[in-house]
């Protein structure tokens, strides 16, 4: 699942691009199926939404949560790819960009009536 934040007036206009564009991302680097874009946009008055210095309104954090398993190099050319397609397809700077990953074991996930570790027939690999 992953959770964006931003101030409304300059994230509600570029949702579904955004969307489209941290998911290629994902597709690409993790190899998540299409199918697999689980996108909460949380969209905030600027007066909620205090940032560092140094970033203009467009700055937009991008929480991404994952059952544990990937190697570091993966999780780092996912983050540098998301910067990179954020920054070609939408002309928003890295520096206006936030991304974290927070990963969880396996067994603290639960979908579909049972727990991630229990799952056999997921579309993708989570130890890339």
Known sequence: MIVIYGIKENLNPIKAKLSDVIHQSMQATLGMPEDKRIHRFIPMDKSDFY???????NYTVIEINMMEGRQIE????LIK???QNIENSLNISPVDIEITIKEQPKHCWGFRGITGDEVKDLKYEVNV
């Not at 940032?51 to 309104?57: I, Q």
């Open 74 to 77: 993966t999780k780092k050319a």
């Open 51 to 57: 940032y560092p210095g140094g970033r203009s309104d």
């Open 81 to 83: 790819s998301i910067f």
